[in-house]
């Protein structure tokens, strides 16, 4: 046996081995392409050109109609929040413009009222630091007035909501953009006049901080003068005490102009006026009969504080005459001044025309006796229909002084009824 070598394709198929020969073994034909090389699946390509043609198409037309819808959508959505964001701000300048022009009106109205202190004749005297700084800021108010520019309100046409009917989106977002436009001049205007506001607000409050600061320098001031000065008058105390309490009372603040602060300075220099005369008066020889007299009258004034002047002649009755003129004022709890002539004091204590110069004293107290409130009822009844004179004279005797002094002499004597009425205010 022969060795064997295995080749490549060696045996062939159906060889036994022995050599004596082959048989061949059914030869199947070789496998081939479908289609074969060249030749195109006819039937089956046109149908995926069909399918082609027309899913592309409506793919296209699809992602074009979802794309429209985003696009309405957010169209919408723009224009909708701009509609309300151009309201806001439309609002919003209405509102910054009309503070502005409120808060510029207050600023007038102070530098107006601060323009008459600052040319009042006491003012234009007063270097202290507080006036300087009154000064300044009034100057720097005028100022920021001054530059304070003009704003108007923008008129503003709100679109109609899309609810109104269909728009397109390309015409809405021309319309959002127009709005956006208009909010964007909106809000500058607002921001200009906000920022203006501020800056008014700044210089009134700075102003203001300064007239409070001055006008308490003026009212601590005047009370230093009424304590420097015991023996003024209680008319004169009165007077600047109630311009001290205008200056200082912030619900009066109104009242603080250039009036206040020359009526201030010449109520200053009144209390050192009536010191001054009621010191003279002391160092007259007839002090001791004069504060004689005043004693006696507050000792039956029943409380009613009575300031009483001298004078040579009262009522145009001097030498010879004894007169005398009472005025009340229902303020202060009630006061009164009472005028005395110098022939009074002179017949005081002469044992002969005492009694009357004493009736003419009780008589003026008498008049000052309506200020007590059971007093007055019998004033006003129909006993005496409010007659001064009368009740006066009528008090006067009732104390006890049925003479011509208690006014008998020049008024009448009043009725019993009167006197007896008048007696019921002791």
């Known amino acids: 046996m022969s060795d064997q070598h295995t080749t490549a394709g060696w045996p ?48 296209a037309f699809l992602a074009l109609a979802a794309g429209f819808t985003m696009w309405s959508v957010l169209s919408i959505q723009r224009y909708s929040a701009d509609t309300a964001v151009l309201q806001e701000a439309a609002d919003d300048q209405r509102l910054a413009i009309a503070a502005n022009t409120a808060r510029l009106e207050d600023a007038r109205s102070l530098h107006l009222r601060l323009e008459g202190v600052t040319a009042a004749s006491a003012f234009g005297r007063d270097a202290s630091a507080e006036a300087e700084a009154l000064r300044t800021s009034s100057t720097d108010l005028e100022t920021t007035i001054t530059a304070s520019p003009e704003f108007s309100v923008t008129s503003v046409t709100v679109p109609p909501p899309v609810s109104d009917g269909w728009r397109p989106p390309w015409e809405l977002d021309a319309a959002s953009g127009s709005m956006e436009d208009q909010i964007d001049d909106l809000e500058g205007v607002a921001a200009e006049a906000g920022a203006n506001d501020d800056a008014v607000a700044a210089a009134v409050e700075a102003t203001s901080g300064a007239e409070t600061t001055y006008f308490g320098a003026l009212a601590a001031a005047g009370q230093a003068t009424i304590d420097a000065h015991p023996a003024t008058s209680y008319e004169a105390r009165f007077h600047l005490a109630d311009l001290i309490d205008q200056a200082s009372d912030a619900v009066l603040v109104a009242g603080r ?45 029943r409380g009613v504080q009575l300031d009483i002047d001298w004078a040579p002649e009262v009522s145009g009755l001097g030498e010879g005459w004894f007169s005398g003129t009472a005025q009340y004022m229902y303020d202060h709890d009630g006061w009164a001044i009472i005028m005395l002539n110098y022939p009074i004091a002179e017949g005081w204590n002469d044992g002969y025309n005492d009694f009357d110069a004493k009736a003419v004293v009780t008589h003026e107290v008498g008049h000052t006796q309506v200020l007590r409130p059971e007093c007055e009822k019998i004033f006003r009844s129909p006993v005496f229909g409010g007659d001064d004179e009368m009740w006066a004279t009528a008090w006067a005797i009732a104390q006890g002084f049925d003479t011509d002094g208690s006014g008998i002499q020049a008024y009448g004597r009043p009725s019993d009824e009167q006197i007896a009425a008048a007696a019921q205010c002791n």
């Open 257 to 301: 102009n250039g009036d206040l602060v020359d009526s201030m300075a010449a109520a200053e220099d009144a209390v050192a006026a009536a010191e001054a005369t009621e010191l003279a008066e002391r160092a007259d020889p007839a002090l001791a009969v004069r504060k004689e007299i005043e004693a006696y009258a507050n000792s039956i004034s």
């Open 12 to 59: 062939p198929p159906g060889y036994d081995g022995t050599g004596d020969g082959v048989q061949a073994a059914p030869l199947q034909p070789p496998a081939q392409e479908w289609p074969p090389p060249g030749q195109a699946p006819t039937r089956r390509r046109r149908r995926g050109r069909l399918v082609a043609a027309i899913l592309i198409p409506t793919l």
